[in-house]
């Protein structure tokens, strides 16, 4: 990453001023249940269906595979080393002897909010990581009412009502429309969409959850899958390059979510529901990546193809296949704290590092942290 930026950001390690938190969110959680696709799946896909990641996934934290379409950590692991929790497991994955003292993931990557289509990437829509989560509960109480020897391994019965439930979930929804959906119509099945989110998020209600923390979808437009798809036709895309049809999408799905929010806060008075703008931050870091130290804000670090996208969709990151005739590899970048995007879909260590910065600043949620935050995010570009 450029000189600059190390300098810029090691100030603000040292001069960062602490905020003090919304009355109605005190971070001080004892477990975190999440749910979403693979901006947060620490593994639950490829637990699930046998799949696998190849390297150079996970090169850059993890030195090797995680289970996470990334080179390196998620939102997620920032936000959980931020709260002082460690990395959660993915519920999928039985081997390890994982712990679930402190929470889990139900997160799996190729996710919808809407039930799962016989040709979707993932089966675990959003209606079915809750029922997981039923069952999870019911299991985990069930055991330690049993025996006690559990107790480091499961979560207390009284983490389910003061932990923190974060939702990151209906990318996938719109991205797949496109390829069937004109714009009006993806538009016009935004609120289909949010009924069914709605309806999980009230069960998990129903079943003690009230610390629900929910983040936006993200610029769908500036993804070079979306790009090298829809956006051949200059026309499409808009002044940094990203197709506008998809970015309408998720600025609507935003809006109507952040009204569900509202509703839902309420409806449930003795919930705490907190709206987290992630698009704004993504689209700051995009319009402004060289101002952050990128040099390149929608180019693939890891793909094929080489610029302006390095991104073909048949070929996926560390994999070889036979294009054309000949043998080809998606390979990775020599820097990916150069990259804001990892593969063509999702986003860097380094992207996902600086966007958790942002959230963790208490600006772009909604109610937003207000004098004092019990944490630091440790930056290191």
């Not at 490829?46 to 090169?59: E, K, S």
């Not at 997160?107 to 909010?113: D, H, P, Q, R």
């Not at 996208?309 to 296949?321: F, P, Q």
């Not at 949620?365 to 630091?376: E, G, Y």
Request: proline letters at 6%; glycine letters at 8%; aromatic letters at 12%.
């Amino acid at each position: 990453m450029a000189p600059e930026i190390s300098v810029l950001l090691a100030s603000l390690t040292f001069c960062f001023v602490f905020f003090p938190l919304a009355d109605s969110m005190d971070f001080n959680f004892p477990s975190v249940f999440n749910f979403g696709d693979s901006n947060s799946d620490t593994g639950g896909l490829v637990a699930g269906v046998g799949d696998r990641l190849n390297p150079p996934n996970g090169q850059t934290y993890f030195q090797k595979p995680s289970g996470r379409f990334c080179d390196g950590r998620l939102i997620v692991d920032f936000l959980m080393e931020a709260i002082g929790l460690p990395f959660l497991n993915p519920y999928l994955d039985s081997l390890g002897l994982p712990s679930f003292r402190k929470g889990c993931n139900f997160a799996t990557a190729g996710s919808t909010i809407l039930p799962a289509t016989a040709w979707a990437v993932s089966p675990f829509s959003f209606g079915i990581q809750v029922a997981q989560f039923l069952r999870f509960k019911a299991r985990v109480l069930d055991l330690l009412a049993r025996s006690k020897k559990l107790e480091k391994y499961l979560p207390a019965e009284e983490y389910f009502g003061k932990g923190l439930y974060m939702f990151d979930i209906g990318q996938n929804d719109l991205a797949g429309a496109f390829y069937s959906k004109t714009l009006d119509q993806v538009l016009a099945s935004i609120p289909t969409i949010l009924a069914e989110f709605e309806s999980g998020i009230k069960k998990i209600y129903d079943e003690g959850g009230r610390n629900l923390w929910i983040h936006n979808t993200g610029p769908l437009g500036c993804l070079a899958q979306n790009i090298a798809k829809f956006g051949t036709d200059p026309s499409a895309l808009d002044e940094l390059g990203c197709v506008s049809s998809h970015n309408q999408a998720s600025r609507l799905f935003n809006l109507q979510l952040h009204a569900l929010c509202a509703k839902l806060q309420a409806q449930f008075p003795d919930a705490n529901v907190t709206y987290v703008d992630v698009f704004t931050i993504k689209s700051n870091l995009i319009a402004n990546f060289s101002r952050y130290g990128f040099e390149q804000p929608i180019m693939a670090c890891c793909g094929y193809g080489g610029p302006p996208l390095n991104y073909d969709s048949r070929v996926a990151c560390g994999l070889t296949k036979v294009v054309n005739g000949s043998s080809v590899t998606a390979k990775g970048c020599s820097d990916s704290t150069e990259y804001v995007n990892w593969d063509g879909i999702h986003y860097t260590e380094a992207a996902n590092q600086y966007v958790s910065s942002q959230i963790l600043t208490g600006k772009f949620s909604d109610p937003p942290f207000s004098n004092q935050m019990p944490f630091l995010l440790p930056l290191k570009f």
